[in-house]
């Protein structure tokens, strides 16, 4: 089993939503874009509950060098084959709300993402905002154009 979909099985398990954001994110919006990193947002409510998350993880094979804390941004974790970034909010510029939980909808089995407007707007109010997530946007915008559901 994959380490994305391990880290998603836990999540269910122990009932904290787990998000697939970054570029693994964007073929669920009808874009495709090579890319290596995985990045998953949780939203764990508190330190127990993050705890309870990392211990669940190792008790799977996934290890992390850090020890997670409420407080911080993200913490890596590392599988038999590569890593992930596990971020404590959908962008670092603003956290979980409630009706951005309810917009999420799954890809997969236990997978979910955010709406396609909160994964948008996770890739403008990002601090460190680069070249690609504008071209993101815009494939976005130009791949989404004729839903019904107006993104605007």
């Given at each position: 089993?994959?380490?994305?979909?391990?880290?998603?099985?836990?999540g269910?398990?122990?009932?904290?939503?787990?998000?697939?954001?970054?570029?693994?994110?964007?073929?669920?919006?009808?874009?495709?874009?090579?890319?290596?990193?995985?990045?998953?947002?949780?939203?764990?409510?508190?330190?127990?509950e993050?705890?309870?998350?990392?211990?669940?993880?190792?008790?799977?094979?996934?290890?992390?060098?850090?020890?997670?804390?409420?407080?911080?941004?993200?913490?890596?974790?590392?599988?038999?084959?590569?890593?992930?970034?596990?971020?404590?909010?959908?962008?670092?510029?603003?956290?979980?709300?409630?009706?951005?939980?309810q917009?999420?909808?799954?890809?997969?089995?236990?997978?979910?993402?955010?709406?396609?407007?909160?994964?948008?707007?996770?890739?403008?109010?990002?601090?460190?905002?680069?070249?690609?997530?504008?071209?993101?946007?815009?494939?976005?915008?130009?791949?989404?154009?004729?839903?019904?559901?107006?993104?605007?």
């Amino acid at each position: 089993m994959s380490l994305t979909k391990i880290i998603f099985k836990v999540g269910s398990e122990i009932d904290i939503l787990c998000i697939l954001i970054g570029g693994l994110a964007l073929p669920a919006y009808n874009v495709a874009r090579t890319t290596l990193d995985i990045d998953i947002a949780i939203y764990a409510k508190t330190q127990e509950e993050l705890d309870i998350f990392v211990d669940a993880l190792s008790k799977e094979g996934i290890q992390t060098t850090q020890t997670p804390k409420i407080t911080h941004q993200l913490f890596i974790v590392f599988g038999r084959n590569n890593e992930a970034e596990i971020w404590l909010k959908p962008c670092d510029s603003f956290n979980w709300d409630q009706e951005m939980i309810q917009k999420t909808f799954s890809i997969e089995e236990n997978m979910k993402v955010l709406s396609l407007e909160d994964y948008i707007l996770t890739k403008l109010a990002r601090t460190d905002r680069s070249s690609i997530d504008i071209s993101d946007i815009v494939q976005l915008l130009i791949a989404n154009l004729n839903k019904k559901k107006s993104i605007m």
